[in-house]
Each structure stands twice: as structure tokens, then as C-alpha cells.
């Protein structure tokens, strides 16, 4: 066979067998909220795309650069761990609401406190109350490690725990909001609040907070109050296989992927 009729015909295989680039109809980007992109999108796009074929590409990056990146067109749709601001539906922007991330105080195994109230949770990310001996633990000065700026994580201690309070001063940022309870776990004294599904290192532990376990059946009850927003964020209304999307991870099937690590959206009184 000549040179040029057996490279044209290896070429030939070689197309069928490479796939070729994902036409924007087959693909779907998200990027957003690092709770989501870690516990309930890679098994939500893995069961959507057994059904359609659509592919979604997920990358995490926290609440407000997701949003930041809607805003600009960068994605199809963004994960957050809050609602929506007043400024951002101006802007166009439409909230999906599909359920509850339970939100837990985390210390060392070695701190002997046990349970927190929320004002001492407040005196304590505020920096007013400084040392756990206030609130019967040792006598050495709380680590607060906190989650970085623009993620849900961070909005959501400011909302249910400090209210019109700052953090405090002496903060310890985390880089990445999964890893707090690594951070931790190194900080004897330390103390952080993060999503449950997040809670992996075996040297932490979760307080009891106003006297109630932080669980997905007490939050679902009503009795656990920190529990903050999940949801999945458009430019306008979607459409095509973007609305498509949004009715799975709403619907039954979706809802029960989001029961795995959060509470489900029809479950919370």
C-alpha cells in the first residue's frame, strides 16, 4: 500500500476513534460553592449525563468568585452557599434553591468543652471572649480559624452567628475552605465552623450548640439552627439542557444524591 493512501486511511481510524471537542449543546460549567462541587455535583452530573449525554465540567472556587464568573459568562451555572443578594438578582441573576448544608463548630478531641450557646459562639468569632477558660475549658488563648473570604462558609458565620459583629482581628484564614478542620486539627485551641460534610480528620470533633446535636434530622426538625442555604445559580431563567438540569437536581432523584451529606430542600420545617 503506498505511504500516502496508508497514513490518509491511520488518520481516518484515528478520528473515529479520538473524540472530538464537546459542542456547547453536550457541555454544562459549573463553578461555585466548594461544599457542592466536593459532595453532590460530581454523582449529580455522572447520573445526568447517563440520561442525556450532556457532559458537566465542574470546578469549585467558592461562592463569589462562582457568581463572579456567571456574571461574566465564564459558566452556565454557579454553586452558592448563601441567597442571592438584593445587588446580584439586579444584575439578573436567579436563584434554584435545593437544600441545607448543616453547619457545625469544630475543636480539638483534646478540648474538654463539649457544647457551646450561640452568644458564646458570637463572643468567641468576635474575639470578645479570647480564652477557653470563659467557657469552661483550659486556660489558653482560641485559635478562631476561619473560611476565606467570598465563600458561603464565611457569609453564613456572619450571618447566623456574629449578626452585626466582626470577626475578629486575630482570625486565622483558611486557604481552602475544606481544609479547616485540618487547620484544627494542628491548633490544639483551635476552633472553626464548617460544613459537616467536611468533617474528615479523626483528631475533631463537633460541639453541641444551645444544647442540640449538629445534625441533618435536627435541622430538618427545626432545633439545629445553624444550617445555611445550597443553591445553584443562573444568568435569567435557563433554558435547553441547562433548565433540564436544574429540574433534576430539584426533582426526587437529585434530591436524594443532596440527602447523602445535606438536608433536601422539602425536608427543613
Not at 135 to 155: N, Q, W
Not at 247 to 266: C, D, H, M, N, T
Request: charged residues 20%; aromatic residues 6%; proline residues 5%.
Amino acid at each position: 500500500m503506498p505511504t500516502r493512501r496508508w497514513l490518509s486511511l491511520m488518520c481516518g481510524l484515528l478520528c473515529l476513534l479520538i473524540p472530538g471537542p464537546i459542542s456547547a449543546e453536550e457541555l454544562l460549567r459549573y463553578a461555585g460553592a466548594t461544599t457542592l462541587q466536593r459532595s453532590f455535583m460530581p454523582e449529580a452530573a455522572r447520573t445526568f449525563q447517563a440520561d442525556t449525554g450532556v457532559h458537566i465540567q465542574i470546578e469549585g472556587g467558592n461562592t463569589n468568585p462562582g457568581i463572579k464568573a456567571l456574571l461574566a459568562g465564564e459558566i452556565d451555572m454557579a454553586g452558592a452557599g448563601r441567597h442571592l443578594t438584593a445587588e446580584e438578582k439586579k444584575q439578573g441573576l436567579v436563584e434554584h434553591f435545593i437544600g441545607w448544608d448543616v453547619l457545625v463548630i469544630v475543636v480539638q478531641r483534646t478540648n474538654p468543652v463539649e457544647k457551646l450557646t450561640i452568644a458564646q459562639l458570637r463572643g468567641i468569632f468576635s474575639g470578645e471572649i479570647k480564652n477557653w477558660k470563659e467557657v469552661g475549658g483550659k486556660d489558653e488563648p482560641i485559635v478562631v480559624v476561619t473560611s476565606p473570604k467570598g465563600s458561603g462558609m464565611r457569609a453564613s458565620v456572619q450571618d447566623l452567628v456574629l449578626k452585626e459583629k466582626g470577626f475578629t482581628a486575630n482570625e486565622v484564614v483558611s486557604g481552602v475552605v475544606g481544609q479547616a478542620d485540618q487547620q484544627v486539627a494542628m491548633f490544639p485551641a483551635a476552633i472553626t465552623a464548617v460544613s459537616l460534610s467536611m468533617v474528615d480528620n479523626s483528631r475533631v470533633k463537633t460541639l453541641t450548640v444551645d444544647g442540640v446535636a449538629p445534625t441533618a434530622a435536627n435541622v430538618a426538625a427545626g432545633r439545629y439552627l445553624l444550617a445555611k442555604p445550597l443553591a445553584l445559580v443562573t444568568r435569567g431563567q435557563p433554558k435547553g439542557q441547562l433548565q433540564r438540569f436544574i429540574e433534576f437536581a430539584i426533582s426526587a432523584r437529585g434530591q436524594a444524591i443532596l440527602a447523602k451529606q445535606f438536608v433536601p430542600a422539602a425536608e427543613k420545617k
